[in-house]
Each structure stands twice: as structure tokens, then as C-alpha cells.
């Protein structure tokens, strides 16, 4: 079965600090793999995904994501994290038989200190 | 990208009674939505999917009798939480796939539900 791992729960890095968050996804074939970024009391942005082809993915808000088969990985990067990036970050892949339903992480919580 | 609206954004209901959440496509058609449940701290969980023009289909452990699932055009979805209890507060999010596009999702504000 499909699944998405993320091994950070709570995050905190200094305003202006480059940022990684980390993403481990299980599924047997080419995953389509996404970063969504949720503010307090708020619905879901899509911040970039993957389909295919170039594996660096450049998203918005200055956010980027590598795809590394040989890991099952697809960590999420931004080389200077402002204060309004503090939020809760969520992994997911869609699961088999391209019904678009998602399987997301447990999600990561990025707290910035000024 | 494509627009998903949600409403209501918040709503308070007593023990006993129905709310009905909306889900629509703004500006594309969905022949497929999400619905998922996020308790606080927590991540999503997939509640059902509903198809257009035919009964939703639910994940295990949901009970459909008392989640109610319609989706009758290609823009509309709802989701109608029956016999509501205090356990059944939380924050409800929908989602739409676009047609005819790749499996992108787009999600609605969410709905914080507050049953009392």
C-alpha cells in the first residue's frame, strides 16, 4: 500500500535560514508526488509537484523539491525562509488507479523565530 | 489555478441535528471530489470520494448512513453530517479534480464544524 512518511513533526528555523523538510513516500510504481502548505484554520495551497521528467521542481513562494527515486524521497527546500512561511507542511502521493484520491504525511509544523 | 469554494467556512449546530457542507468547482468541471476530516494537529484523513452521477464511495471505517455524500453535477459536491454528535466536530476539506487535466487536486477553505 501506499504511503508518505514525514520524520519531522515540528520544525523550527531562524528567519532568513535555509530550510529542508523531509518527505519518504512507499508506492510501486512513478509516484505523482505534491507539497501543499496549510496556514491556521485554512484550506490546502499546492506548492509544487511532481509528475514526471526533471526531477528539481521549482514551486512557488521560492519553494523547490528534488525527486530521488533511489531514496523514495522528495524533500522540500527553501534557501531563505521568511516569517510567513511558518505554517503546517503536508507530503502526499496519489494512490493506485489514478483516482486522484491523496495519501498525505502526517505533516510538518515550521515554526520561525525572527 | 482552479477555485474550490467550501461553505460554510465555520458553523455551530446542536447535538441531534444535520449540516450540510458545499464543495463547488468555480471555474472547472470535477468529475470526481474529495472529502477529507483533519483533527487538530493532525493530517487529512480521506473520508470518501464522490463521483458525479453515482454514489460516493467510502473508506473503511466511515459510516455513510451519518456522512451523507452527494454529488449531482459537475461543479457541486456535499457533504451532509446527520444526527450530529460533539465527536463529529472538526475541520472538514474537500477537494476537486479537475477533468480534464493530470490528478491535481484543488482544495476548498474548509469548514470548521462545532457541534454543541
Known amino acids: 500500500a501506499q504511503s508518505v512518511t514525514q520524520p519531522d513533526i515540528h520544525i523550527t528555523v531562524s528567519e532568513g535560514a535555509s530550510l529542508e523538510l523531509r518527505c519518504n513516500y512507499s508506492?510501486?510504481?512513478?509516484?505523482?508526488l505534491f507539497w501543499y502548505v496549510q496556514s491556521p484554520g485554512q484550506g490546502l495551497q499546492l506548492l509544487l509537484k511532481y509528475f514526471s521528467g526533471d526531477t528539481l521542481v521549482q514551486g512557488i513562494k521560492g519553494f523547490e523539491a528534488e525527486f530521488k527515486r533511489s531514496q523514495s524521497s522528495f524533500n522540500l527546500r527553501k534557501p531563505s525562509v521568511h516569517w510567513s512561511d511558518a505554517a503546517e507542511y503536508f507530503c502526499?502521493?496519489?494512490?493506485?488507479?489514478?483516482?486522484?484520491?491523496?495519501?498525505f504525511g502526517q505533516g510538518t509544523t515550521l515554526q520561525v523565530k525572527p | 489555478g482552479a477555485v474550490v469554494s467550501q461553505h460554510p467556512s465555520r458553523v455551530i449546530c446542536k447535538s441531534g441535528t444535520s449540516v450540510k457542507i458545499e464543495c463547488r468547482s468555480l471555474d472547472f468541471q470535477a468529475t470526481t471530489m474529495f472529502w477529507y476530516r483533519q483533527f487538530p494537529k493532525q493530517s487529512l484523513m480521506l473520508m470518501a470520494t464522490?463521483?458525479?452521477?453515482?454514489?460516493?464511495?467510502?473508506e473503511q471505517g466511515v459510516e455513510k448512513d451519518k456522512f451523507l455524500i452527494n454529488h449531482a453535477s459537475l461543479t457541486l459536491s456535499t457533504l451532509t453530517v446527520t444526527s450530529a454528535h460533539p465527536e463529529d466536530s472538526s475541520f472538514y476539506i474537500c477537494?476537486?479534480?479537475?477533468?480534464?487535466?493530470?490528478?491535481?487536486?484543488?482544495f476548498g477553505q474548509g469548514t470548521r464544524l462545532t457541534v454543541v
Open positions: 508506492y510501486g510504481a512513478t509516484p505523482y
Open positions: 464522490s463521483n458525479e452521477g453515482s454514489k460516493a464511495t467510502y
Open positions: 477537494s476537486a479534480r479537475n477533468t480534464g487535466g493530470k490528478t491535481e487536486a484543488f
Open positions: 502526499a502521493v496519489v494512490g493506485s488507479g489514478n483516482t486522484g484520491k491523496l495519501i
